[in-house]
């Protein structure tokens, strides 16, 4: 997985991230917006990309004024409108319109435009109206037959829906075989509000059966299965189920429509069939909560089940009580040597869940005594520990694991022993012998994880004893036994701790062995700061936005050239031959260009994902998909031909870099870093941490937009900026999103005295605890770094402080 994909599963939590989930568990428009029209009902012939490589330029954003060219006016609406600024939008388009004396071409844009800018804004009313006056005056545009999809879209709206399945009816008809099954699927919205659930059940069908990427398709399966049972007729719903399950591969997903099937075949009378569907679920699913609802379906119906099976599922779900009842009478009706090892294991473990400790010992011994030889057995060894401690006996504990390490030292479990008896030294008041035994794991285990991390630790309390010739010993040792990010954070502090006795000769080596070692990394970000003898996110003395990028696409594509052996001749930045028929991508161009960004979005990753590993591919999918404003999947994109040549982003031409580390929403960011008196490539590092620039990014706890502000924050930023009828949905559009974490990255940036590493973590956890971190570090920012207690906080900070390092050899001069 690329580098930049934890941060899109954790934020893209819309639609598309339930799509994406989906496929987890599942292990004719050009650039310049002009389509061909199309009118006959063969399948058009699309072709995808410009004619020019598709650059950033400025736009400008004084407001309109009436004698402003046409043209000016019309680029500026198209801003607004990218930038969120609907109403604004909405008016300038009607300003061109009013003003009767636009070139034809740019009238049309205008009032194409008036209607997609009220759509966003939900004003479906004057969206229709739009839509409908440019399609009246002007049929032969190439824009035509989109402008029917999206007036049904706003007549969808309105709940005017004859109207709108007239307006889905004729798209299709007019450009079949583009996005069939995604306009199948809205008639079928459409007639099942109506009322005609047959043919809203035809058309559902149609949509099934047409092509669109597996994700989304199993995803409509599931919706026309509720549709069928709706309709009371589940036997086409069982066979929606069926065809899911032709196709699924994680068992938590197949459990979850196996289950359905289940009820729905007993729901119709077919109980014996659906019983049997439960045992399947019991028998192949164990450890999912399905199992459990389908064990008590099958306990009630008085069907038989294994006791050792039941045991099971009662402990994956969380039922120990009856985990421990089952498993006790599957004890009890055969010889103990006939008995698994793992129940022992799972009977142990339940009865330390309520609090039984000596029964949870005792359970771990039976397995220790009778299978000697078993692969569980060090794992039984450790929860012998962990009862121990949990049940507050810190020496027992730590007895048991050095019992281990002593004993059972040819057991892959003995390293992680060694590392628990020091850890809990470490943190009961014991530091010397914490450090002995991080040591001794260090020479025993030096390849495995808790080595590494033992060092860390043993290093770390040394320097926190204020041991800086046992501190550097430690970190020199991790330097030379690891890579990457543990590598350069090593080299990191032995410079840290070499400069501070004065051998700046041995500083500098290490501070450049730690800059080379993870480029793209913090510490490595850090140590280049250092050399270059700048504080921690140093502003630039200026910025550079505008680049010559016909000069720098070409130093690009002879990089892509040498890099990866291409031997194709011209321009490299046009979509393959491959790609222009890539019927993903030709559905994904179509439904972006009629406003579909959901559905677009899922399939542009459907067809990035494919291609993942071809780094040519993958730079000309980048190129046109920021070309179309589809950023979040250009960025995607943009990391593969990076991580294919298996270098740092600034290792590469700038113009790829750039890719991955773009500028958008350039005049919304910069305006609100001026006003806000902070660095706009620390704005645009916190965007691109917090959504890839997905304006519509949404995560777990609330938080929405660019920015990512969690409700409460929000409202509170609200309150204060007296912003209108404040909606939470407000910061789906970029520029609300951009302003309110630039107010609260700024309140943060006072409130610690521009220290912008205490604003990040403040920004990210809350002030509280940043300013307790920031007490306990005296200031230090690498010491600031360790005294985060809350892992996601420091890596959320460490990763911000790396991409500013990036934005800043980029755009900073």
């Known amino acids: 997985m690329c580098s930049d994909c934890p941060q899109i599963l954790m934020k893209r939590s819309r639609l598309f991230l339930i799509l994406f989930t989906l496929f987890l568990t599942l292990t004719a428009c050009n650039l310049n917006g002009q389509p061909e029209i199309i009118y006959v009902t063969a399948t058009p012939e699309i072709t995808l990309g410009p004619t020019e490589p598709p650059t950033l330029v400025p736009t400008p954003t004084i407001p309109p004024t009436p004698t402003t060219p046409p043209e000016v006016a019309l680029q500026l609406a198209n801003q607004y409108l990218t930038n969120g600024y609907y109403e604004n939008a909405v008016s300038t388009f009607q300003q061109i319109i009013a003003s009767g004396g636009a070139p034809p071409g740019i009238a049309a844009s205008a009032i194409f435009g008036l209607g997609r800018a009220s759509l966003r804004e939900g004003l479906f009313q004057d969206a229709v109206n739009a839509l409908s006056q440019f399609i009246a005056e002007y049929a032969s545009d190439p824009r035509y037959v989109q402008a029917h999809f999206l007036r049904g879209d706003a007549y969808m709206g309105l709940s005017q829906w004859q109207s709108a399945l007239q307006d889905f009816q004729f798209y299709l008809a007019q450009r079949p075989g583009l996005i069939d099954s995604y306009v199948q699927e809205r008639i079928g ?36 299965a509720q549709v069928y049972l709706s309709a009371n007729n589940p036997a086409e719903a069982l066979a929606q189920y069926d065809s899911i399950l032709a196709v699924a591969r994680n068992d938590a997903y197949r459990a979850t429509i196996e289950l359905r099937a289940a009820n729905t075949l007993i729901g119709s009378g077919a109980e014996t069939v659906g019983l049997d569907r439960m045992e399947t679920i019991f028998t192949n699913y164990p450890a999912t909560a399905e199992a459990y609802q389908a064990m008590q379906s099958l306990v009630a119906a008085g069907r038989q089940v294994d006791d050792y099976a039941r045991g099971r599922i009662s402990f994956f779900y969380g039922d120990y009580e009856d985990a421990i009842e089952s498993f006790t009478r599957y004890t009890t009706q055969r010889p103990l040597a006939d008995v698994p090892a793992q129940l022992h294991l799972l009977m142990g473990q339940a009865y330390r869940e309520i609090g039984n400790t000596s029964a949870a010992l005792v359970a771990f011994q039976t397995l220790l005594d009778q299978y000697p030889t ?21 020496p027992g504990a730590i007895e048991q694991y050095l019992r281990i390490a002593n004993t059972y030292s040819y057991l892959p479990e003995s390293a992680e022993a060694l590392w628990r008896a020091a850890y809990l030294y470490g943190t009961n008041s014991n530091p010397t012998e914490s450090r002995t035994l991080f040591e001794r794991l260090s020479s025993e285990y030096p390849d495995t994880e808790q080595a590494r991390s033992g060092l860390f630790l043993a290093a770390t309390a040394a320097y926190n004893a204020q041991d800086n010739t046992g501190a550097e010993r430690l970190y020199a040792r991790l330097a030379t036994t690891t890579t990457g990010d543990d590598q350069a954070a090593a080299y990191l502090w032995v410079g840290r701790l070499a400069a501070a006795r004065g051998d700046q000769n041995t500083a500098s080596q290490a501070y450049q062995l730690s800059a080379a070692a993870s480029p793209d990394s913090y510490f490595s970000a850090r140590a280049a700061d250092i050399i270059a003898g700048r504080d921690t996110f140093a502003r630039p003395t200026s910025y550079q936005f505008q680049f010559d990028d016909t000069a720098q696409i070409a130093e690009a594509e002879a990089w892509l050239r040498q890099t990866f052996n291409v031997e194709q001749e011209g321009a490299l930045w046009p979509l393959s031959s491959a790609l222009q028929t890539d019927s993903r991508l030709i559905r994904g161009n179509e439904l972006w260009a009629v406003g579909a960004y959901t559905e677009a979005e899922v399939e542009f990753t459907d067809v990035i994902e494919a291609n993942n590993t071809n780094a040519l591919t993958s730079y000309q999918l980048a190129i046109f998909l920021r070309g179309i404003e589809a950023y979040y999947p250009s960025i995607l994109a943009s990391s593969y031909i990076i991580r294919t040549a298996g270098v740092g982003t600034l290792e590469a031409p700038p113009y790829i870099a750039r890719l991955r580390y773009p500028t958008y929403y350039l005049s919304v960011v910069e305006d609100a870093a001026n006003r806000y008196d902070i660095d706009p490539l620390l704005l645009f590092s916190l965007i691109r941490h917090e959504s890839l620039f997905d304006t519509y990014a949404t995560a777990a706890a609330g938080e929405k937009g660019l920015t990512q502000v969690i409700p409460p924050t929000a409202q509170y930023i609200a309150d204060e900026l007296n912003w209108p009828n404040y909606q939470h949905s407000d910061l789906f559009r970029p520029y609300a999103g951009i302003e309110f974490g630039a107010f609260f990255l700024a309140e943060n940036l006072r409130r610690f005295n521009d220290n912008a590493q205490a604003a990040l973590a403040g920004y990210n956890a809350g002030p509280g605890r940043a300013i307790q971190w920031l007490e306990l570090s005296g200031g230090d920012p690498d010491q600031f ?16 402080y790396g991409f500013y390092s990036i934005y800043r050899s980029l755009y900073g001069r």
């Open 189 to 224: 919205d459409v007639q099942l509000a109506l009322g005609q659930t047959q043919s809203a059940l035809a058309a559902y069908k149609a949509s099934a059966d047409a092509g669109r990427s597996l994700v989304p398709l199993v995803a409509l399966r599931e919706k026309v």
């Open 374 to 394: 078993d692969p569980l057995f060090g794992q039984a060894l450790l929860e012998q520990g962990r009862t121990r401690f949990l049940a507050n006996d810190i």
């Open 785 to 800: 770094m360790t005294a985060i207690t809350i892992d996601s906080t420091r890596t959320y900070v460490q990763r911000i």
